[in-house]
């Protein structure tokens, strides 16, 4: 008896251990998703939307929905894209959700047109309005996982920093500016700028970047061709209004793109309204409006074409009334102003003019009116959303409910049978008008 005692006394705590085990296996959440990390376009629904958020320090996910053109093709791109985003030292994993099959998660997370795309960063979401060609997305997220403020200790390094940054973000570079300077600010316009420092560059540099003498912050559009540099001072309010008027170029072609970023700048709008803005005349009118532009940096100028941007252009409601090229500054909200006596621009000597519309509206010398149009907010979100597509798909089943019961209680056969005949040919108008004439506006490329 004793030996079986000694034989069997280790058991028990084993015999406990694995009941122990298989009970916390049996009652472990199902909740634990695994994703593959392989570049592959990963397919979200419900289950693991928020796991999938949890699991990546970088996500960018695509809200799409299957009846949707824009979200056709853009699919190729994200599958090109995601690869060699999983590729990076900090990898961007591309993701996608029918946020048409799952409403719930496209209301939570705002989705008011297809495809719409986030990016999440350790969690926190942020609209992705870049480009959407696989290439140019790319560059563009590359700047999400980038530090703060590069390091460039070489006149290659600078070149190669500002090839990789790309055309979509305005670049500063910080010549003999210690990082300390501008790491906040990096921080807080990350999304929207790149930032970096220069601890060794050459005479060359310096006669390439027009700086002569450091500390030097000297800002770039490369879209634009444009750059300024500023020598400080390097403290307070000063450096930031630099960072923040260079976020934009000195003027700004207003279209689709350019009027969500105006959303941001709290400035007023210098708009010079042009019949259309690639003619010589109106290349050299640009000239001149940035030269002006560089002089009141208070101010944001604008230009538009009618052939560019023409439902734009007639919520102003002027163009009837004046002669083209028309100056007028616009409160971005609902009112604008015209300056007495320089509405329109001549063909000659238009600095001399647009000094004069410059001064007439700082002197108060303006009339006050009121677009015809939304506001700025309004005419951004002016465009078809999902939610105006449900309501039309609402409306109509409704007036087709209602004829059904008409048909119903005149008790016809052959009338029923017309009617459902009208019926199925009403849901093919009514599908066909807001899937395949669906307009994202700022949602497309």
Not at 215 to 228: C, G, N
Not at 407 to 424: F, L
Request: proline share 5%; hydrophobic share 40%; charged share 25%.
């Amino acid at each position: 008896m004793a030996t079986h005692r000694h034989r069997t006394k280790p058991l028990l705590p084993l015999l406990i251990w694995v009941w122990a085990r298989v009970w916390s296996l049996s009652f472990t959440p199902a909740a634990s998703h695994e994703f593959p990390t392989d570049g592959t376009v990963i397919e979200l629904d419900e289950s693991n939307f928020d796991s999938a958020i949890a699991a990546f320090d970088y996500i960018l996910v695509d809200f799409y929905a299957p009846w949707c053109g824009h979200c056709k093709r853009l699919s190729p791109e994200l599958d090109a894209a995601a690869p060699i985003l999983a590729g990076l030292d900090k990898s961007v994993v591309i993701a996608k959700i029918n946020a048409d099959k799952y409403r719930k998660l496209a209301t939570k997370h705002e989705i008011d047109g297809f495809p719409t795309l986030k990016i999440f960063m350790h969690g926190i979401p942020v609209e992705y309005t870049g480009p959407r060609k696989a290439e140019l997305l790319v560059r563009f997220l590359k700047k999400f996982v980038a530090p703060d403020v590069s390091l460039l200790e070489s006149d290659s390094a600078i070149h190669g920093f500002v090839e990789a940054a790309g055309t979509h973000f305005p670049i500063f570079i910080g010549f003999g500016l210690d990082e300390s300077v501008i790491v906040e600010l990096a921080i807080k316009y990350k999304k929207k700028a790149w930032f970096s420092v220069a601890k060794g560059f050459s005479e060359d540099i310096m006669v390439a970047y027009d700086f002569d003498k450091v500390p030097a912050l000297v800002s770039l559009h490369p879209k634009y061709k444009e750059q300024s540099v500023f020598y400080g001072p390097f403290e307070g309010q000063f450096l930031e209004d630099f960072i923040r008027q260079n976020q934009l170029p000195l003027t700004v072609p207003i279209n689709p793109e350019t009027l969500k970023l105006l959303t941001n700048d709290e400035r007023k709008i210098v708009l010079t309204i042009m019949e259309d803005e690639t003619d010589e005349k109106s290349l050299s009118l640009i000239k001149i409006l940035r030269a002006a532009a560089s002089a009141n940096r208070d101010l944001v100028f604008g230009y538009v074409g009618v052939k560019q941007f023409e439902e734009f252009v007639d919520t102003f409601d002027i163009t009837r009334s004046f002669k083209m090229p028309i100056m007028l500054v616009w409160d971005r909200n609902e009112d604008y102003h015209l300056v007495v006596g320089s509405e329109s621009l001549e063909d000659e000597d238009q600095g001399s003019q647009i000094s004069r519309f410059l001064e007439g509206y700082r002197e108060g010398r303006t009339i006050e009116k009121r677009i015809s149009g939304p506001s700025l907010i309004g005419f951004i979100n002016s465009l078809i959303s999902i939610r105006t597509v449900y309501l039309i798909v609402f409306i109509v089943a409704v007036l087709m409910l209602m004829l059904y019961m008409s048909s119903q209680s005149a008790d016809v056969p052959q009338t029923r049978r017309t009617q459902a005949r009208d019926e199925g040919g009403d849901r093919s108008a009514v599908e066909s008008e807001s899937h395949g004439g669906y307009q994202p506006g700022d949602k497309e490329d």
